[in-house]
């Protein structure tokens, strides 16, 4: 079988076949490196073979880190309470320290406090953000407020895979829990009313050099020589995770299984990878596997699509789903034709092992539908399952599956079978016209922008012009990187928030000083390297087009 149309391709989708391989991932709870990760990632390899792929299990070392027990002890009441991976365990008779409530965990709520030696308690779920800031200021522990009763698993550590000499100094150094919204919020009660609750954190954690596998699966267009499509997913879990990721491993074996039937059809190779270390290492397998293929990537891979948790009961939102400026129409394409629902999008940002911007690969997705809207403050809208003991087969709705497998289905065929690869750069182009027109509102006559705007209009108004794979792949190396990345093509950066087209930001620092001030002065050094750094992109961008 061979041509299919998408919708037609699509519309095989298999909600029996679906389900089945999530009973299966329901068997085993799937820690990075363990025994049972294994047995059930030789389950994902068996159905690959069985469709035709090329399939290898990859082990590699890994920078792991297990949560084990934890309380809390709240002036001799023992509060139930996590630990995280990353965090630090602590002393055999747990952290004493006096508690200081730093609000949302921002920047500007920790401004101001003295944070040194002491607790310092947030709301919301556990984020490498909060433990960036309590290393900087020298706390000694952190405590996280629950948006419910429920308890959250999560990776504190900023570090975006394993650490090197210079990132080890950025891991976390407090001892980290997390305690229900109930508990927290009387003792944050307790702190506005100025008394001074004795609070002892207990937490073990299992942090250690160890062995993690990756399982890759290859199969070949018809011109082995092309470049190729990377769809992947992670496989760790946090306890059973029957939807994260359970589900979306699903979503990858019945994308997998389809797309193979117009193996005939199609111009590029497809690699698929399903990574350990997400969920216990900070992203540490997908971040290996790049460093260790860098070369073949830079040449060879032309797109990276990312599933992670799809198909959870109660998922209704499709519109916001991510992807980078020049894949934003092809996700709209298959999330109208496939479900009906309308995308608005929004920016691919750090998250769900997309190790590739540095390099300057474009990518989409990751989570795709989410919950409706919720007066809960959690990192994401995947359900209040995510991350919990909860996330059992009963999370995961059978129709949403297939509705959400069928966009990938669509999204990865449509890559491997069009003729040319469907990159809009003109409409990122368009993005970074928006940005530039921003900052020379705010800017003024303190900094000319005129060469950077028009490198950008001749951008936007050629892009379209470009009608080859490689012509998109070489100005997808040129642009993505200045905009999604802050780090040069060969590191990675922090697992924190990057800003829209990154290469901006000293720009835009310059323009919040006062004129003619020290700050002014010392910020336009910056602003000027940051023009300079654009300036060359959009050159190389524009003669890769002259070609």
């Known amino acids: 079988m061979t041509d299919l149309p998408l919708s037609a391709l699509a519309a095989q989708t298999s909600g029996p076949l679906l389900m089945d391989h999530c009973r299966a991932f329901a068997r085993w709870v799937k820690l990075s490196g363990t025994p049972d990760e294994a047995e059930s990632l030789r389950y994902v390899q068996a159905r690959l073979d069985e469709y035709g792929y090329k399939t290898q299990i990859i ?12 309380r809390v002890e709240a002036d001799g009441i023992t509060l139930t309470a996590i630990t995280h991976s990353m965090g630090r365990a ?135 020589d092309a470049p190729f499509i990377l769809f992947s997913g992670h496989h760790d879990t946090w306890y059973y995770g029957v939807m994260d990721n359970g589900s979306a491993n699903a979503t990858m074996l019945e994308t997998a299984r389809l797309a193979a039937t117009q193996r005939a059809g199609w111009k590029r190779n497809l690699r ?69 629902h309308q995308y608005s999008g929004k920016r691919k940002n750090r998250s769900s092992d997309d190790s590739l911007p540095g390099l300057g690969i474009p990518s989409m997705f990751g989570g795709l539908s989410e919950q409706p809207p919720s007066k809960l403050k959690m990192r994401n809208a995947l359900g209040w399952w995510w991350h919990t003991p909860e996330d059992l087969i009963d999370k995961v709705d059978e129709a949403n599956l297939v509705r959400d497998t069928r966009v990938f289905v669509h999204t990865v065929t449509k890559l491997l079978t069009d003729p040319v690869l469907p990159l809009d750069f003109a409409a990122q182009a368009h993005t970074l016209q928006e940005e530039l027109a921003t900052l020379a509102t705010s800017l003024g006559d303190r900094f000319d922008l005129a060469p950077l705007r028009a490198a950008a209009d001749t951008l936007h108004s050629r892009a379209a012009t470009a009608r080859t794979d490689a012509t998109l792949m070489a100005l997808s190396r040129a642009l ?28 835009r620092d310059l323009a919040a000083t006062a004129p003619g001030s020290d700050a002014a002065h010392l910020h336009s050094v910056s602003a000027r390297r940051a023009a300079n750094k654009l300036g060359h992109a959009l050159r190389c961008a524009n003669a890769i087009l002259d070609k």
């Open 59 to 70: 082990l590699h070392d890994a920078y792991i880190s297990l949560p084990g027990k934890a």
């Open 90 to 224: 602590s002393p055999a008779a747990g952290l004493t320290a006096d508690l200081i409530y730093v609000g949302d965990g921002t920047a500007a709520d920790f401004a101001g406090k003295e944070i040194r030696g002491k607790i310092v308690m947030a709301e919301g779920i556990a984020t490498p953000v909060v433990a960036a800031l309590a290393r900087a200021g020298g706390a000694a522990g952190q405590l996280h407020i629950s948006p419910h009763h429920h308890l959250h698993e999560m990776c504190i550590s900023p570090v975006w895979g394993n650490p090197d000499p210079h990132t080890v100094a950025q891991l976390p150094i407090t001892v980290a829990c997390t305690i229900s919204n109930a508990d927290g919020s009387a003792l944050r009660d307790r702190l506005a009313a100025g008394e001074k609750p004795r609070v002892t954190l207990h937490a073990e954690v299992d942090t250690s050099w160890r062995k993690t596998p990756i399982l890759e699966a290859t199969l070949n267009a018809p011109n082995p």
């Open 272 to 340: 698929i990878c399903f990574w350990s270390g997400h969920s216990h290492g900070r992203y540490s397998g997908s971040t290996w596997y790049v460093d260790n293929h860098w070369d073949e990537f830079d040449r060879l891979c032309a797109a990276h699509v990312n599933v992670d948790s799809t198909g959870g009961t109660g998922a209704t939102e499709l519109a916001h789903a991510a992807a980078m400026a020049p894949l934003h129409a092809l996700a709209a394409e298959a999330i109208t034709e496939q479900t009906g």
């Open 480 to 507: 993505i990187p200045i905009d999604y990345a802050t780090s040069d093509r060969f590191a990675h950066d922090p697992a924190l928030p990057v800003p829209d087209w990154a290469v901006l930001q000293p720009l």
